[in-house]
């Protein structure tokens, strides 16, 4: 602070901090207020004006604030208190009068539109939908609350179509401007400003009315149908593999195209999407110890898991794997049931982010251990599924 005078970028900075400093449950609407941040901004500057030359100021309104409002005001002198170290000024009762107006209209106006309150629907975006999206979710998950939102997973294909047609926002670290769609631009490991500016939308979306359709039951039952009998297919035919440890990246692809469809021509289809898929980004996860390949095919005609390990529980030593010491195999019939099959296998998706133990378990060579921590996978996310019919 320069002469007590304020960059753009430290005025913006010290808004910042005074609202954190104000604190309550509602810091972030705080801080998604324009009309507070602007109003605290052009504040600022005159006000340090005043206290460089020692000039006082008169708030008539300085009782009534103290005398109505007793918990904001209080809540602004801890904001004067940090004024004061910021400048060596003191900040009188007057000052902190006016600090209590801005703040206390920008409380008014959070109550006002938490008067009408919803959930919203938020759909996380990556090349397949339930890969490096179902990861970003997980994240996302573990920082928003269930009663704010609901997080799906989609690739970018369903973007318009009717399997996203109650999405409100998208979030995605790929560029969706082409799609004409609201979303948040983040990286995949969302960082602390993605999660402000995610939890500014949600706050947004929050208190705008959405249309719904009367339920129709038996569309919901037929639904919850589909969904049990995918599961049951998944679970039938979850294989887990076992290849030599010097095997290549290539070779692994080949292997499994090989084991997964029912052709020649089917495997070499897979083949080549699966490494389409790596070359978007790769799916080797060294932190977890796992690759994790993905991908929508039609060499496949039903929902798809395996595992793959080495033998003897070794790790794969092709230095492409990066010390791996499993892979995860999902994939994705392109049909009818795309957001069907893309949601139950970012359920395992997301599991491998949020679970070690599960982590742990694929990297073992116990095929029905495997399927029945699945099962146990599959079967809470059907009762999640159910739970949020509308």
Do not use: W
Request: charged share 25%; net charge negative; with cysteine.
């Amino acid at each position: 602070m320069s002469g007590f005078t304020l960059s753009d970028e430290e005025a913006l900075d010290l808004v910042d901090q005074m609202i954190d400093t104000f604190g309550t449950d509602y810091v972030y609407e705080l801080k998604c207020d324009e009309v507070l941040i602007h109003g605290l901004l052009v504040h600022l500057q005159p006000t340090l004006f005043r206290l460089k030359n020692d000039m006082h100021i008169y708030n008539p309104l300085l009782e009534d604030i103290q005398k109505e409002y007793p918990d904001i005001y209080e809540r602004c002198k801890a904001v004067g208190s940090l004024l004061e170290k910021k400048t060596g000024f003191h900040i009188n009762d007057a000052e902190v009068g006016y600090l209590a107006t801005h703040f206390g209209a920008a409380m008014v106006r959070i109550s006002k539109k938490k008067t009408y309150s919803r959930k919203v629907s938020i759909g996380i975006v990556c090349a397949s939908g339930f890969g490096i999206a179902c990861l970003m979710l997980t994240k996302l998950s573990n920082k928003l609350s269930d009663s704010a939102c609901f997080l799906h997973a989609f690739g970018q294909e369903e973007i318009g179509t009717d399997a996203a047609s109650d999405v409100d926002f998208y979030v995605s670290s790929m560029d969706l401007s082409r799609f004409g769609v609201d979303f948040v631009y983040v990286s995949p490991l969302i960082t602390a400003k993605d999660l402000a500016q995610i939890q500014c939308k949600v706050e947004e979306y929050a208190h705008i009315p959405k249309s719904t359709a009367n339920s129709d039951i038996t569309h919901q039952l037929d639904a919850i149908t589909s969904v049990s009998q995918i599961i049951k297919s998944i679970l039938h035919n979850y294989r887990l593999m076992q290849f030599d440890e010097d095997i290549t990246f290539d070779q692994m692809l080949e292997q499994i195209s090989l084991h997964m469809t029912l052709s020649a021509k089917r495997a070499h289809q897979l083949h080549m999407d699966l490494q389409n898929r790596e070359d978007l980004a790769s799916q080797i996860i060294p932190e977890l110890g796992i690759c994790l390949l993905h991908c929508r095919t039609t060499s496949v005609n039903e929902a798809a898991v395996a595992t793959a390990v080495p033998f003897e529980n070794n790790r794969f030593n092709d230095p492409y794997f990066k010390g791996i010491a499993a892979c995860v195999i999902l994939l994705i019939p392109r049909d009818d049931c795309a957001k069907i099959n893309a949601d139950l296998l970012g359920s395992v998706s997301s599991s491998l982010a949020s679970d070690e133990s599960f982590v742990s378990l694929v990297k073992q060579s116990d095929e029905e251990a495997v399927r029945n921590q699945l099962a146990e996978i599959l079967k809470d996310h059907l009762s999640s599924y159910v739970a949020h019919l509308d």
